[in-house]
């Protein structure tokens, strides 16, 4: 089994957003990237795949040469060969449509990634790609089984979940659940001295026009100061009469 | 040419996010100076959608889509878009309709938007604002293909009634390219309010010291007709499970009322709850992060503090009911 894992490079989640250029750019000075969490759960998972059952793992990321720390890295854990598209990211679908084509000459039976990333939440890649291969498609999935050809899926359904049985080739957008928490690796000494001589190849864009364009950027309005309460009738009646949400 | 709005039900019934989208569509063919085209699939009392400013429904009745599949769906709706020769389609942000919709953007050749918060800032270019950064920020970007698909985020455009009615008329649809999908298994608590469709979250976290303190949430939610949530930490103890998680990792919460309970509020948490109107904490500890987020607060012991909110919301709702 061939497996493409899709990585984004995001800023760790306990970053504060700033922006630069009048609010045009997002501003990465000082901000530490990191592996999108949602793909890193979806990596993890397919390093299950790989030790248990086999599997060959690409990880593959859009953008330039300042994310290759971030393939390293999953190359540390173990994936074992990496591909960059060395373009800028510039919205969802020209990233789908970047990654489809290196998917298509790469064979793969399942595409793995997020369900979306933290910077900017599309949550539309995997869909995409699914719909350009005409691969099948699991989105907010959370159990993953593979046997033969055939894919046990369990995802998140509003309320509940939902189980499903389905071919390969298929792409997965995955989120935690796929593993545990406590299942995320963290590279130690031999996996980061391997990952140095383990193949990372830069690929050449494809003439893709970004569907979208973001032009700005804005910080949340400042919240207004915590009105402090100090016994429960008062916090009920400001619900009541002054928020009015009971 | 009209805006075209996907409204979700769930067994037949429509969800007050579907009722938030068609709103939202109408304010938004009322700046393009056109109509709203609303499809449905496989839903009841369908004509009611005119109330919210829909012209016309779309009325899809196939019994192969009596259980959701993404990509039937879309290809339903992409024939629907194509019929109505729509320029722009509106859907919510559900987990269902976040299924759908990158399948739908390819098919329609669509520029994406996700958790657009508000009518575009402007139709000529198209631009709209979204929420980015998980929260942490918004972002104004243009759509530039012309078939243009949006997502609008929960609790983000208010429900408005009109003075309507719509022209319901039924499409049969061919699906002729959907795959083999066999659904095994489907578990649902029917009980249970779910934290995608709550007017109110009651959230703990780890100041609650154990789950077996757990009944002071669920009771408090259960008064208050809440859905129960709690920080990552206490999912990762396995003091709850992942469903109930909120923040950055976790779901959104979008609710109007979020009542965070032993919740210190580490920026992640406080990323992901942020789009809930009102914000309430309780906590013993005054310097916990959550109050500077917080629009009340009660600095004091949880232990003391919910039983009395428990008892005291009881007489409350007996009065006010």
Aim: glycine share 8%.
């Amino acid at each position: 089994m061939k497996i493409l894992v899709c990585i984004s490079h995001v800023p760790d989640t306990t970053s504060r957003i700033n922006f630069s250029d009048n609010n045009t750019k997002f501003d990465t000075s000082g901000v530490q990237f990191v592996i999108n969490p949602n793909d890193e759960f979806c990596l993890t998972r397919a390093m299950w795949f790989k030790e248990k059952q086999g599997a060959t793992v690409h990880v593959i990321n859009v953008g330039g040469p300042e994310t290759e720390p971030t393939l390293r890295k999953a190359l540390a854990i173990g994936a074992d060969e990496a591909i960059r598209i060395n373009t800028e990211a510039t919205d969802g679908y020209s990233v789908a449509k970047q990654i489809a084509a290196v998917a298509k000459e790469g064979g793969y039976d399942l595409i793995i990634g997020g369900r979306e990333s933290i910077d900017y939440n599309g949550g539309m890649v995997p869909g995409m790609l699914a719909k350009m291969l005409n691969y099948g498609f699991i989105n907010t999935c959370i159990g993953l089984e593979i046997d033969g050809n055939t894919a046990t899926a369990t995802r998140e359904i509003d309320g509940g979940t939902e189980t499903i049985k389905t071919e390969l080739p298929l792409v997965v957008g995955g989120q935690k659940g796929i593993v545990e928490e406590s299942d995320l690796r963290i590279p130690n000494m031999r996996g980061i001295m391997q990952a140095r001589k383990k193949p990372l190849s830069v690929k050449d864009p494809i003439d893709a026009n970004s569907a979208t364009q973001t032009t700005k950027f804005e910080e949340p309005a400042p919240k207004g100061d915590v009105k402090l309460v100090n016994t429960v009738d008062e916090l009920i009646d400001l619900l009541h009469n002054d928020a009015k949400v009971i | 040419m009209s805006v075209l709005v996907y409204t979700e039900s769930e067994e037949g019934v429509f969800k007050k996010t579907a009722f938030e989208a068609v709103s939202y569509a109408k304010g938004l063919a009322d700046s393009l100076n056109t109509t709203v085209t609303a499809v449905t699939i496989n839903s009841k009392d369908v004509a009611q959608l005119g109330k919210y400013g829909a012209n016309k429904v779309i009325d899809i009745q196939n019994d192969a889509l009596q259980k959701f599949r993404a990509d039937a769906y879309a290809e339903a709706i992409t024939e629907a878009a194509k019929k109505e020769g729509a320029k722009v389609v509106v859907l919510t942000s559900t987990t269902n309709s976040k299924y759908v919709a990158p399948l739908l953007a390819v098919d329609l050749d669509a520029g994406f938007v996700s958790n657009v918060v508000d009518l575009p800032t402007s139709t000529k270019p198209f631009v709209v604002k979204s929420s980015v950064f998980s929260n942490k920020a918004f972002a104004e970007t243009e759509i530039k293909t012309d078939v243009k698909l949006i997502a609008v985020a929960k609790n983000a455009y208010q429900v408005k009634e009109v003075d309507g009615s719509a022209e319901v008329e039924s499409l049969d649809v061919s699906l002729a390219n959907i795959k083999d999908v066999e659904v095994a298994d489907i578990e649902k608590s029917t009980d249970k309010v779910t934290i995608a469709d709550a007017e109110i979250v009651v959230s703990g976290g780890r100041g609650l010291k154990g789950p077996e303190n757990w009944h002071l949430i669920e009771d408090l939610a259960e008064v208050l007709g809440a859905a129960t949530a709690c920080s990552k930490p206490v999912s990762d103890m396995g003091w709850r499970p992942h469903e109930e998680h909120v923040g950055q990792t976790g779901k959104p919460v979008a609710s109007n009322l979020y009542i965070a309970i032993g919740i210190s509020g580490a920026i992640q948490h406080l990323a992901g709850v942020s789009a809930s109107k009102v914000k309430v904490v309780i906590n013993n500890d005054p310097e916990a992060p959550f109050f500077k987020a917080a629009d009340y607060g009660i600095v004091g012991d949880a232990f003391e503090i919910v039983p009395e909110l428990i008892e005291k919301l009881k007489a409350f709702k007996a009065e006010n009911a």
